[in-house]
């Protein structure tokens, strides 16, 4: 499997350990961090075309991404 870039762990390293906490200890932060996964999985996909996604649709899953990461910073902080 390829590198997926824009893994939480390698842009926030300082917060990796936390994330891993409280992904284990907070459902609704595991269920975050699940989604922003997925959608950066899904951004991934869109960019190298491997999904034929519109214009309009990978930017939207772009926003979704950014709403995601900073809502997991704010957390984990």
Do not use: C, G
Not at 41 to 55: I, P, S
Request: charged share 30%; net charge negative; aromatic share 6%.
């Amino acid at each position: 499997m390829s590198h997926t870039p824009h893994a939480l762990a390698e842009d926030f390293p300082e917060l990796a350990q936390k994330i891993m906490a409280l992904k284990e200890s907070d459902a609704h932060f595991a269920k975050l961090v699940e989604s922003y996964n997925d959608v950066n999985h899904q951004v991934y996909r869109a960019e190298n075309r491997l999904d034929l996604l519109t214009e309009a649709q990978e930017e939207a899953l772009k926003r979704e991404r950014a709403l995601l990461k900073d809502h997991i910073w704010q957390q984990a902080k």
